[in-house]
Every structure is written in structure tokens, then in C-alpha cells.
């Protein structure tokens, strides 16, 4: 069936046959600006030093100097049920045993940073360290939030 087009007198009753793209243009526009602003959101959550491994985990207070990690540093969180995650993914304790060795051949000096949960238990935490130290890696330290002043 072909479109109608009106009379050139204007009283015809003819079919318009197109589509109004407007309401979908304005949809991917929208869609663009909360995928440009989320992803510079995470730029500068990076920027910050945020955290390496992947996972939020609700730091303990405390009130020494930060610690900011390095490129070559190894960031392993623990969370609330004594899971452990590096970089986005959970690990076995052989796992993050082999990912220390690994980091202590490219670096002697790596920083290993835990982030445990503050309602972690305090024998996991130490697990974690002594797996750093067993393979050789003996700059540890443990993450804390600043405290308000």
C-alpha cells in the first residue's frame, strides 16, 4: 500500500508514513551522558587510590598516615564472611600464595595492603600476612578510614 499524500487543496485523507525518531534520539542521549559521567566517576575514584581489589569492604577507624599503594603493591580485601578478593576476584589462600610469589619476583619491595572488613575475624587477617611473609614479602600493611576530627 503506498502513503496518500493530502490534495494541494489540503482535504485529502491521505496516510503519513514516517517515523519520528525524536523520542529515540532523545533516549541514547541520555543513555550517553549517565555512561560518560559514571565512567569519569570511576576515573577519579582510581585517580584516588581507591580501592585495588575490587570490593568495598567497611574499613576500621584508625589514625596513622595514609597509605597509598603503589603500581607494583598487591591489595587483597577480606570481607565479612572471610572471603578474599584481589582484583575483582575471589581467591583460595594457595592462589593468593602464588600471587605473592609471583609479585615478590617482579618486585622484593611490594607492598601487600589488607582490607579487612571490620567485622572480620582478627585470625584471617593474620592468614593473609603470613602467606605475604611465607613467600618472602615482608612490607605489610593494613588499611584503615581516617578518623573525623
Known amino acids: 500500500m503506498s502513503a496518500k499524500l493530502p490534495d494541494e487543496d489540503g482535504g485529502g485523507d491521505g496516510m503519513f508514513a514516517e517515523i519520528n525518531i525524536t523520542p529515540l ?3 541514547f542521549l541520555v543513555l550517553l551522558i549517565i555512561f560518560m559521567v559514571s565512567s569519569s566517576l570511576k576515573v577519579e575514584e582510581a585517580e ?3 580501592s585495588k581489589s575490587g570490593v568495598s569492604v567497611n574499613l576500621p ?11 607494583a603493591d598487591v591489595t587483597v580485601a577480606i570481607t565479612t564472611d572471610g572471603h ?9 589462600p594457595d592462589q593468593l600464595r602464588a600471587l605473592f610469589v609471583k609479585a615478590k619476583t617482579k618486585d622484593p619491595e611490594t607492598q601487600v595492603i589488607v582490607q579487612a572488613d571490620e567485622a572480620t575475624h582478627h585470625g584471617r587477617v593474620v592468614g593473609v600476612m603470613e602467606l605475604a611473609k611465607s613467600a ?6 593494613i ?7
Request: no cysteine; aromatic share 0%.
Open 25 to 27: 534520539t532523545d533516549i
Open 143 to 149: 588499611a584503615t578510614r581516617r578518623t573525623p576530627k
Open 61 to 71: 577507624k584508625g589514625a596513622t598516615k595514609e597509605v597509598s599503594p603503589g603500581a
Open 48 to 50: 584516588r587510590g581507591a
Open 84 to 92: 578474599m578478593v584481589v582484583d575483582g576476584k575471589q581467591v583460595d
Open 136 to 141: 618472602g614479602l615482608h612490607r605489610l600493611a
